[in-house]
């Protein structure tokens, strides 16, 4: 039995790859392990037996047998713990890809998500126009220190790694805003990680759901 | 050689143990393993010496022969996974507790943190008393998924983890709010994280920063 995962039945982001089973996706891409996908509604994630794989109602999750694991970062550190190409081989290289892990889902995607939530959720708010250019300069310095870390080469740690998956697609979420454009070395990374074969064989995937109505909600 | 970890000269918070030094700290007290503390100023954290350690430019560190990490989340995985007693010895639990520490990382912390960054950061702006009750319900969205999911267990994954380490930890921010008090399985479980001796001993460490003024900015 392959692996399974949850995903939205209807994308909020109408199949443009920004939902987060797009993570567990390319990481399964990467390391060549098939896997099934059980589409979600909005209302089914927020009922008992998906509220039983994750505490929070959302998606992804990752179903292997006994095992039901929720938090992409999780879920990605988990298959390549289990698979050769998505950590270093050596120890000190694979724990600096792990904190590279951490930092993308800690340090540089919140304050993404934070303009994400400002533009969707108090749109309507009196301050709504006021506070993004705040929202914005926090996401720019988070991308400069990104920028000068990374400088002149391709990946975060040695050669592609899931660092790099779960950096990728945090700063995917900045498409449209004209922030990554302010960074020429991020713009680069960011279309680099979406050359991948295991990228494109993901986003095809996710997209498929979309574009078939599946799963209307 | 003992590890060194990074710590704030004067923390912000004057001594409560919320920078998340006391993270490292409290890992390391409970796996027995000494360690070096070596403190900077606001100043020395944006120098080079100290972004060649952490891109970001925070603390904590951890600096153990060749090794330099950086992210609290990072370093206590790395302490829980070369020392027994922060993961479950079965591989399932064991990812399971791996999903919470990303959990409490991803999950749960950013809402509270968003809303110390509004107190903080944005307690001059014209929004900033309207934005307080929006902010805390998302908070209290998450608190009452993670009530649920703890139950009436002492701990989120069989016996104390990391998990419970970095929960309890994200937690403690919300003292003084009000929020915590009204999920008591929630207070009493953060109360049983600081009746830990490693916690206590990690706390008195952190607070001897703070009253012996070593390192006022």
Redesign the interface.
């Known amino acids: 039995m392959p692996p399974i995962i949850t995903a939205f039945a209807s994308s909020p982001d109408r199949g443009r790859g920004l939902a987060r089973d797009m993570r567990v996706r390319w990481a399964l891409e990467e390391v060549g392990q098939p896997y099934e996908v059980r589409l979600l509604s909005f209302r089914e994630m927020k009922e008992a037996p998906h ?1 039983a794989r994750h ?4 998606i992804p999750t990752y179903e292997d047998g ?6 992409s ?3 990605v ?2 298959i390549a713990e289990r698979h050769a190409g998505l950590l270093p081989a050596g ?2 290289a694979r ?2 890809a ?2 590279w ?3 993308a ?3 540089v ?2 304050p993404i ?2 303009l994400s939530t400002a533009r969707l959720l ?1 749109r309507d ?3 709504a126009e ?2 993004l250019p ?1 929202l914005m300069d926090r996401i720019r310095v ?1 991308l400069g ?2 920028s ?2 990374l400088g002149g080469r391709d990946w975060l740690v040695d050669g592609f790694s899931a660092a790099d998956l779960l950096m990728v697609h945090a700063l995917r979420r900045l498409e449209g805003s004209g922030l990554l454009d302010e960074y020429p070395n991020l713009s680069a990374y960011v279309a680099r990680g979406q050359a991948r074969p295991a990228y494109k064989r993901a986003f095809d995937a996710q997209l498929a759901v979309f574009t078939d109505g599946a799963g209307a909600d």
Chains 1, 2 share one sequence.
Request: aromatic share 10%; proline share 7%; net charge negative.
């Open positions: 509220l505490p929070f109602g959302q006994d095992l039901v694991l929720f938090e970062g999780a879920i550190l988990h120890q000190t724990a600096r792990i904190a892990m951490f930092a889902l800690g340090t995607e919140p998500l934070d108090e708010k009196p301050w006021a506070r705040i988070r220190e990104l000068k870390a």
